[in-house]
């Protein structure tokens, strides 16, 4: 499907899973938003599925369930500035070893045309909350962790390439919910001052070196909507 006048490959264009499957029963739509504007457009493809999802330049991935067990990351391909898009034609799905990672949790983000990063990942533990960067160059994917998170992803996970930092909303226990900057060995660079417990912060984005937090629930003192992070001014 193309539209017009609506650049799907500019960087300020996120990727929403707001999955709605086709009356087929094969693939179904995703939303492809300005999330400044609010302009967006319900995108349908045959091999969509509904999951976390990253994106970088032209290509984005779904993390999904393997029908034969496990998880999987879908490659796809924003083939032209008018949102057409194409399956990926090389290693278009990253098989994760369910043995080893029973669990890939919530979150997901690029880090380059070739690396993701998840959060919450279990490592044969399943209470245990690893952030761990993902090469899906191939069609098994390689996990290397990170470091274990004070708390589980709770909502989404961002990389910011200016300075190879990593923010996550983490859920820390006790109904509290923040914001968090770590650095690639998981030392805390800073903390949000709100706490985003119960409010659905289901989506982060970087645009300009400060990170976007969408909300879906208002409650307390926090109202649907965007919020923006600081990575100067915790």
């Known amino acids: 499907m193309a539209v017009t006048d609506f650049n799907c490959e500019d960087c300020e264009i996120v990727i929403i899973d707001n999955f709605v499957p086709s ?76 043995n080893l990672y029973p669990n890939t949790g919530n979150g997901l983000c690029a880090k380059n045309a070739s690396t993701l990063i998840m959060g919450s990942v279990s490592i044969f533990d399943p209470t245990t909350n690893n952030i761990c960067e993902v090469d899906v160059s191939t069609n098994t994917a390689v996990v290397t962790p990170l470091f274990q998170a004070n708390g589980f992803v709770s909502g989404d996970i961002v990389y910011i390439p200016t300075t190879d930092t990593i923010v996550a909303m983490i859920d820390v226990g006790s109904g509290v919910t923040n914001i968090i900057h770590y650095e690639m060995n998981g030392n805390v660079l800073g903390v949000g001052p709100v706490n985003f417990s119960g409010s659905g912060p289901d989506s982060l984005f970087s645009y300009e070196e400060h990170v976007y937090i969408h909300v879906n629930t208002s409650t307390g003192n926090i109202t649907s909507g965007m919020y923006k992070f600081d990575l100067a001014n915790y």
């Not at 490659?75 to 034609?89: E, K, L, W």
């Open 23 to 98: 009356s087929t029963g094969i693939g179904g739509s995703l939303r492809f938003m300005n999330p400044f504007t609010g302009v967006y457009f319900d995108i349908t493809y045959p091999y969509f599925e509904s999951g976390e999802i990253a994106k970088f330049d032209s290509d984005f991935w779904i993390k999904c369930p393997n029908p034969n067990g496990g998880d999987q990351i879908k490659r796809f391909v924003i083939t032209d500035s008018d949102c057409s898009i194409g399956h990926a034609a090389s290693g278009p799905a990253a098989i994760i070893d369910s």
